[in-house]
Structures are given as structure tokens and as C-alpha cells.
């Protein structure tokens, strides 16, 4: 029997199938194995055993009938920024700590349809706002191939419970790069898809047109086979996009020969670190050794402007999605003070930590009277250009390629004083999400980093065409069948 906590979602439905797992022993490896590691990772907010184990009741007579599914009885694990009815809803905030939703987020409730097993709720910078996941309110989850070093933001707790072998998939949220940052840096694959290719109901807004819902796995293949369960048109979403929905799992396996790849050069830069660029240079090459045409001379010169266009864009959209967060409706509201306005004040002061405020601040002074023009309206500007740059590399090339993050996975605290630096763990992603285009992390290599000479994981980022998922996934499937990085666990 093998590993139950290191099983792919495909190899745990194969086994499920043939009868030689149930489901509730599936859950329980995963709850096992959280309480034996959990304490050092901290990848859970709040644990669901009970709903899991009901739920892989459930999912075992479904499959005593011969239901098929690949995610029929298969654990997985929910950002806490996904609403989920009757299991609290933290946002990684005190603002909204003990917040039970009564409805179910929408991709949430396609996956339970699919008879996934909830096996928990995952930490994350509080609401989304992070690249280390050292913004929650609650604590900070740690790297499970470092324990002394980050996991990425704002999905790190996501991130970590796959890697750690917590859960078998997990769904986690993009708006800047919160999904392929935190899995490149965990050394599992992460997807974000085109915006609105996945519903948002459900999902606690950060910033509404960046916002994208995405998985976490162990491979490839898994990605598409979950893709395939939560994407589609969603009436209760005005973003969704309608329109049918691909197999994306068919053309997986159809290699890349022939395949137009473009390296953009603003994605390679001179400081880019040694180790990150090795990883990402052997992957093209692994690429273009398997027929693919590249061209590493690709210019999108806008890129430069992308850190800025995003922290006035999502800031902005972000004090206008927080302002729900009064003391009033629900979460966090103090009493005490000498009338409502106070009340309001002191709500939002200690409800919300220090980045969530910044973040605010920021968004509110660009969106005043006098600073609109000046700020907003010239990033929206800026944002069509970064579009269009690239809508005119697509019509050369079939993907992009690129690093994920500039470094390595960085040590817990390193960069907490400086919000630039950690602003600029983003720059290779937050393009995407400005264009909403699809994007995915897949593992590329390990890197010494170090006086220690700790391993750490390194991301490769495949970007495509908007609604193309499937060729990025296509391009990510043949580059991974060359390489054994997803077989790798951290030494826990």
C-alpha cells in the first residue's frame, strides 16, 4: 500500500476504483497526518474531521454504487477565504473571526457535488493581502521544506498543506500571485485561470477585477482534473464567462513539438537570482528539446510599470470592498465607544492589521477627490497597454514562459519591515492578473540557498492566451514528464 498522504488525486481515484482505499481512509491519512505535522507547518485555520469523515461516508457509498469521479472520495483543503456554509470564514482576519457563512461559495459547492472531503480551511494572509502569509491575524504558516522560511502569500497555508502531504489538493485565490507564488515556492503546481473562467461568488473580495479562484496539486494532470470541476458560467457571478467549457485534461499528453514559446526578457533580468535563473534556463531547454520553437528575445516593455499599476488598482478596489466591514452587518464590532462614528472608527481599528490599513490607505488616497485622474485613471491607462503588449506577444507565440518568483522561498521575517521588498516578490506574476490572463507554477528545480545550503524549491511560470488554459497546461504536462521534481517531498 502506498503512501496515502502522498497520493495524486488520479492515483487516489485509481485506488478508490479498485477498492483497495476507502475514502474514510483516505481522510483519515490526511487527518493523521495534519496532526503530526501541522503543528510545526500551521497550514489549517480551523479543521473540519467531522464534516470530512461524513463526507467520506457519504463519498464511499457513492462509490459501493460505481459512481465514477476522479474527486469522488479524494481529501482536499479550502482557502479561508472561500465561504463555506456552516464552517466559520476567517479571511485570516480578527474582523471576521468567528463568521459562519450560510451559503456555500460556488466553487466550494461544485466540489462537494464532485464528492470531494473537506478536511479543513487554510491560513492566508489576512483577506488575500500578503506574499508570505505573515499577515494572518492568527499566526504564520512555515515552508515545509524550511520550516525557518515563508511559503508565499497570499495562499501559503494552501500551498503548505499540499506539499506537506496535509491534503491531496487545494484551492486557493490570485490577484496578484497568490497562487503560483506560494506554490513555486512550495515546490507544488498552482494554477490561475483566465478571470472569469471560474466563479467568484463565494469568494471574500480583495479586488474585484484581479480576483481569481485556482487549485493546488501534486501534478499536472491533477490541475486540469480539478479545473474541470470548477470552472464553468456561474448566473451568480456577473464576471463568470459564459460559454461551454473544455475537457482539460484531452490534449495533455499532446507534447509541445511545434509549440511557439516566448521568453520575456523583462522576466529575466540581470539580478534575477543564479539559482532561479539555472532552473528556469533548463526548463526551456528541456522544452525545446522536445520540439517547441523558442524565442527568448520577447520584448513587453510595459512590465516595468506593472509593480505600480497594481498597488494603485488593487488597493483601490480594495478600500471600496472593505468598506462592508463596519462593525454593522457582521464580524468584529466594538461597543464601547462614545457613539456610532466611534464605533465605526474603532471597528476598523482593531479589526484589521497593519498591511490590511496600509493597503486601504493607499486605495482611498488615489480614489479622493483631486487624485483620481492623476492615480486611478492613469493605472487603468497603463493597465490597457500592459494588455495589449500582451495580446500582440500572443499573436506570435502560444505561450509565455518565466520565472515565478525573483528568489527562493525567504526566511520568516526577512522581509516584514520593508513592504517594497515584499511587494516585489510579485513582479513576475502581478502582470498576469492586470491582463487577466491564465498562468501556471510548476516545479522546475531545488537551489541551494544559504549559508545552510537548504534546498528549496524553484517555480517555472507558463502564461497564456485568455480562455487557453489548456495549452498551458499542455506546455506545463510535457515539461513536468521530463523532469521527477514532483516526486520530491520536504523533509519533514
Not at 112 to 126: I, R
Not at 241 to 256: H, K, M, N, S
Not at 450 to 474: H, M, W, Y
Request: proline letters at 6%; glycine letters at 10%.
Amino acid at each position: 500500500m502506498p503512501d496515502l498522504d502522498a497520493l495524486t488525486i488520479h492515483e487516489s481515484a485509481a485506488l478508490l476504483r479498485r477498492r483497495e482505499v476507502s475514502s474514510r481512509e483516505l481522510a483519515q491519512a490526511a487527518l493523521d497526518r495534519i496532526a503530526a505535522v501541522d503543528g510545526r507547518v500551521r497550514a489549517f485555520l480551523t479543521l473540519t474531521a467531522d464534516q470530512a469523515l461524513a463526507q467520506a461516508a457519504a463519498a464511499d457509498r457513492r462509490l459501493a454504487q460505481d459512481e465514477a469521479g476522479e474527486l469522488l472520495g479524494v481529501p482536499v483543503a479550502i482557502k479561508d477565504v472561500l465561504v463555506t456554509k456552516g464552517v466559520r470564514t476567517t479571511c485570516g482576519s480578527k474582523m471576521l473571526e468567528g463568521f459562519v457563512a450560510p451559503y456555500e461559495a460556488t466553487v466550494v459547492r461544485r466540489l462537494f457535488d464532485a464528492g470531494a472531503v473537506m478536511v479543513g480551511k487554510t491560513n492566508m494572509d489576512e483577506f488575500a493581502m500578503g506574499s508570505s502569509t505573515e499577515n494572518s491575524a492568527y499566526f504564520t504558516t512555515r515552508n515545509p521544506w524550511d520550516l525557518s522560511r515563508v511559503p508565499g502569500g497570499s495562499s501559503g497555508g494552501s500551498a503548505a498543506a499540499v506539499a506537506a502531504g496535509e491534503a491531496t489538493y487545494a484551492l486557493g485565490s490570485d490577484t496578484g500571485g497568490s497562487i503560483r507564488q506560494p506554490a513555486a515556492l512550495c515546490g507544488v503546481v498552482g494554477m490561475k485561470p483566465t478571470y472569469g473562467r471560474v466563479s467568484r461568488y463565494g469568494l471574500v473580495a480583495f479586488a474585484s477585477s484581479l480576483d481569481q479562484v485556482g487549485p493546488f496539486t501534486r501534478d499536472v494532470r491533477d490541475t486540469a482534473t480539478v479545473l474541470n470541476a470548477i470552472c464553468g458560467h456561474d448566473p451568480c457571478d456577473a464576471t463568470s464567462a459564459p460559454g461551454e467549457t473544455p475537457d482539460f485534461t484531452a490534449q495533455l499528453e499532446a507534447g509541445v513539438r511545434g509549440l511557439r514559446v516566448g521568453v520575456p526578457k523583462e522576466y529575466m533580468p540581470a539580478d534575477l537570482h543564479p539559482g532561479v535563473r539555472a532552473c528556469v534556463e533548463d526548463a526551456i531547454a528541456a522544452l525545446e528539446a522536445q520540439g517547441a520553437a523558442v524565442d527568448r528575445d520577447v520584448a513587453l516593455p510595459s512590465t516595468k510599470a506593472a509593480l505600480a499599476v497594481y498597488y494603485i488598482i488593487a488597493p483601490s478596489e480594495a478600500s471600496a470592498n472593505l468598506a462592508r466591514y463596519d462593525g454593522v452587518k457582521y464580524g468584529f464590532s466594538y461597543q464601547q465607544g462614545e457613539g456610532m462614528w466611534d464605533n465605526m472608527e474603532k471597528t476598523r481599528g482593531l479589526g484589521f492589521g497593519p498591511e490590511v490599513k496600509r493597503r486601504i490607505m493607499i486605495g482611498t488616497y488615489a480614489l479622493s477627490s483631486g487624485y483620481y485622474d492623476a492615480y486611478y485613471l492613469k493605472a487603468q491607462k497603463v493597465r490597457t497597454i500592459i494588455r495589449r503588449e500582451f495580446d500582440a506577444a500572443f499573436e506570435k507565440y502560444d505561450v509565455l514562459v518565466a520565472p515565478v518568483t525573483p528568489t527562493p522561498a525567504f526566511r520568516i521575517g526577512e522581509k516584514t519591515g520593508d513592504p517594497y521588498e515584499m511587494y516585489l516578490n510579485d513582479v513576475f506574476t502581478l502582470p498576469v492578473n492586470i491582463a487577466g490572463l491564465p498562468g501556471i507554477s510548476v516545479p522546475c528545480g531545488f537551489v541551494a540557498d544559504g549559508p545552510s545550503g537548504d534546498e528549496l524549491p524553484v517555480g517555472l511560470q507558463i502564461i497564456g492566451k485568455p480562455f487557453d488554459e489548456a495549452t498551458v497546461l499542455r506546455a506545463a504536462r510535457a515539461y513536468e514528464a521530463t523532469a521527477s521534481w514532483a516526486a520530491r517531498r520536504p523533509p519533514l
